[in-house]
């Protein structure tokens, strides 16, 4: 059964796919609106970096290199620094929440100083990077101030070991270079999986399957024509996304445009499998759309190595992300906007996509039965 | 008023029959949930604990050496690879066998003898610029640490010290799965309960039952009582199973009033339902529900505190999500869970939870009746 395509049947269950699926006004929605959406978001609205972060600066006596520090810290975009006349008055601020940091320099000598810094840590990624740009200010803050108050500063290096670091592929490291391309994935995830996984089991909810199968069309020929509008409501997203990296973030392709479509592609071709099987298996919308929204989302951003260091994961969970398709193709796109084409990783990422296709593409059709237990 | 009562009563238990009767809705509603929470406690993590890094040292000097070893003893650096020339380098990080290359070059040691600059290069592989940030920073401080043990031993003229004593609140060794998880209990619920509440309403429109619940004696504001509650129940569980592996699990302290934090996720998902109801009232089909749920949730989540700090985004996303619940659950779980903040200092959280909920069940409420007549 599988694999024969009779093309004046096929013709017109295809035409009654895209019928189906463009018919919806929603799912325009999900193919043009959504990828705006997040491209907007991740383009536009988040930024991993701190700003504008309140930071409580104690002044219990007059002192010029409390000054010096606070103008440093008022100096940087990160934090918007705030006058505090007791170290107890600022805790009390800090515990109410009114403030996301505390800085109090307290002189022990004339050139000795102890630096109080408080940070917040119930984020702890804010905390973090807080910490590292108050140390920096303050490290400013008070060099200047000894050479204010008439002292030698710190004795000038001349000479001496620097480390010159150097942020390769993306050297301004600007945050839109890997956010865009995560959309992509995360688009072609959703798109992929979420209207496939609805459609067969509405055929199932609706009785229309029933009349599906007694036609002659093959299992296969259902699964082709499942999945085809999809894939170009997929495509329609994915055209948004590259536009948007050439004319809007300037974000590079240095890789070849061939395979940028080729792997994406893939993928959608994975995730419509994907969607199609649970929407088979579970028969039931409710059930599909839950599964499809548990299992695509959070996990893409969380386990593929998109947002966080898989390296420093335990190794349990490593093996867990091998079995998400989008790790594999999260390196691919990332590597093919950033680097090049780097042929070893290219082979690796296909291959291991290509596994997927092939097994989900093998179950979807096997899944679609043509008898209605 | 009993009577109202009463039919509310049967028709909340004919809701939760409909979403728990399937054994496998049982199953969707808390599984994921669980392998979601262990899963991200582990992987979400934005402490950099293991660097995979590369040597190129062409000096091979004693010095030079001396650094080096400082890199093997770092718990955090994990030598994979030495190279014999710069060539060497590209190829390395391009296929990821490295995240940063430490590089000395030929006459490294002499320059430090002439009280020259001797530069010690890292590259970084930047396609995440996060972990390449990170990493860097890690790097440069071993090196700034090793010269400064080396000038130690020759500059007598130490005149200044200063000392910065960071201290991290509310989670002393500043660890991301903390903030993570504390925040999860909130959005992992979110995403289910609001599906549920806009699938189960979509349900009925589409197999065409929804007419028989409008014409039974109960009023629209009784139906939607009745569709709102077991979305609610459904939330407080699965975040009670976020909670407890929180606790005992990974034995993360709860620093607040545990009936303080229930009310507060109560009013969450209370706002959350009301949001999916609102969604409902314009959808005729379940596929619908879900398109639409997606495009709202996605930019719930992502605009929430939960990924990227409210404070570093741009104004006008400043503005917009004082109108997303999920800004206010994260912060109440944040300040409730870890901080510890009493009911009266934690309010400023609660009380926008809280008008949401009331103005998104009228709004939903307003909706039907505007559709039904």
């Known amino acids: ?373 | 008023m009993k009577e109202f009562f009463l039919s509310l009563k049967a028709l909340i238990r004919k809701e939760i029959l409909m979403v728990l009767k399937d054994k496998r809705s049982r199953i969707i509603l808390v599984v994921p949930v669980l392998l979601q929470t262990i899963l991200f406690g582990y992987v979400a993590n934005f402490d950099l604990d293991q660097v995979d890094y590369a040597v190129l040292d062409e000096d091979h000097s004693k010095t030079s050496i001396d650094l080096l070893q400082k890199f093997r003893g770092s718990r955090i650096f994990n030598l994979t690879a030495t190279l014999r020339n710069v060539k060497e380098i590209a190829p390395l990080l391009e296929n990821k066998k490295a995240t940063v290359v430490i590089h000395i070059g030929p006459d490294f040691e002499r320059k430090l003898n002439l009280g020259e600059e001797a530069p010690v290069q890292v590259l970084a592989d930047g396609r995440n610029s996060n972990i390449a940030g990170a990493a860097t920073s890690y790097a440069e401080n071993i090196i700034q640490s090793f010269a400064q043990e080396l000038t130690e031993g020759v500059d007598t003229d130490d005149t200044f010290s200063s000392n910065a004593i960071p201290r991290v609140w509310y989670n002393p060794n500043l660890e991301t799965r903390w903030s993570i998880l504390s925040s999860l209990t909130f959005l992992l619920s979110m995403m289910q309960t609001l599906v549920i509440s806009a699938q189960s309403v979509a349900r009925e429109k589409e197999s065409g039952s929804f007419d028989q619940l409008l014409v039974t004696p109960l009023s629209s504001v009784a139906v939607l009582l009745g569709k709102a509650v077991p979305a609610v129940l459904v939330g407080l569980v699965q975040s009670s199973i976020v909670l407890v592996i929180a606790l005992l699990w990974f034995g993360i302290p709860f620093a607040g009033s545990i009936l303080w934090f229930y009310l507060g996720l109560a009013m969450f998902d209370i706002s959350v339902v009301g949001i999916g109801l609102w969604i409902s009232a314009f959808c005729a089909n379940m596929q619908q529900a879900m398109l639409y749920c997606f495009s709202v949730v996605l930019p719930m989540c992502l605009l929430s505190g939960f990924v990227t700090p409210v404070e570093s985004m741009p104004l006008i996303f400043q503005k917009l999500v004082l109108f997303n619940p999920a800004l206010y659950g994260i912060k109440f779980s944040r300040i409730v869970f870890l901080q510890g903040l009493t009911p009266a200092e934690s309010f400023q959280c609660f009380w926008p939870m809280a008008v949401m909920g009331v103005v998104f069940f009228i709004l939903a409420v307003i909706f039907f009746r505007a559709k039904l007549s």
């Open chain 1, 1 to 373: 059964m599988a694999g024969q395509i009779n093309f004046v049947r096929f013709r017109s269950v295809i035409k009654k796919e895209f019928r189906q699926t463009f018919r919806d006004r929603s799912t325009l929605v999900i193919g043009i609106l959504l990828p705006i959406i997040l491209l907007v978001l991740f383009g536009y609205g988040m930024s991993f970096d701190i700003k504008h972060q309140s930071v409580l600066v104690v002044k219990e006596k007059p002192s010029p290199v409390t000054d010096e520090v606070f103008m440093a810290m008022k100096l940087t975009p990160y934090f918007t620094p705030r006058w505090s006349s007791s170290w107890q008055e600022a805790q009390k601020e800090f515990v109410a929440g009114k403030a996301d940091g505390i800085v109090r320099v307290e002189q022990l000598g004339t050139l000795s100083n102890n630096v109080q810094i408080i940070v917040n840590g119930s984020d702890a990624n804010t905390a973090r990077l807080m910490e590292m740009y108050i140390r920096g200010a303050v490290l400013k803050g008070l060099s200047k101030g000894i050479t204010v108050e008439g002292f030698k500063a710190e004795p000038a290096s001349t000479g001496g070991i620097t480390a010159i670091s150097r942020i390769w592929f993306n050297p301004a490291t600007e945050s839109t270079y890997f956010m865009i391309p995560g959309v992509i994935v995360i688009i072609l995830s959703i798109v992929g999986s979420m209207l496939t996984a609805m459609v067969i089991a509405r055929e199932w909810e609706r009785g229309t399957y029933e009349t599906l199968i007694s036609t002659e069309v093959s299992r296969f020929e259902i699964m082709i024509s499942k999945v085809i509008p999809t894939f170009c409501l997929g495509i329609i997203g994915l055209t948004i996304c590259l536009l948007a990296c050439y004319f809007v973030f300037d974000v590079p392709i240095r890789g070849s445009l061939f395979w940028v479509l080729a792997s994406s592609c893939l993928y959608l071709f994975i995730s419509l499998c994907l969607g199609l099987t649970v929407s088979a298996l579970t028969k039931s919308q409710f059930l599909s759309s839950q599964i499809v929204l548990v299992f695509t989302f959070l996990p893409t951003l969380i386990i593929t190595d998109y947002m966080f260091d898989l390296k420093s994961a335990p190794l349990w969970a490593k093996v867990v992300s091998v079995f998400f398709p989008a790790t594999w193709y999260v390196e691919m796109l990332a590597s093919l906007f950033l680097v090049g084409n780097v042929r070893d990783l290219m082979i690796k990422d296909f291959a291991a996509m290509s596994i997927f296709a092939v097994i989900l593409a093998f179950t979807a059709t096997k899944y679609i039965k043509k008898t209605l237990e």
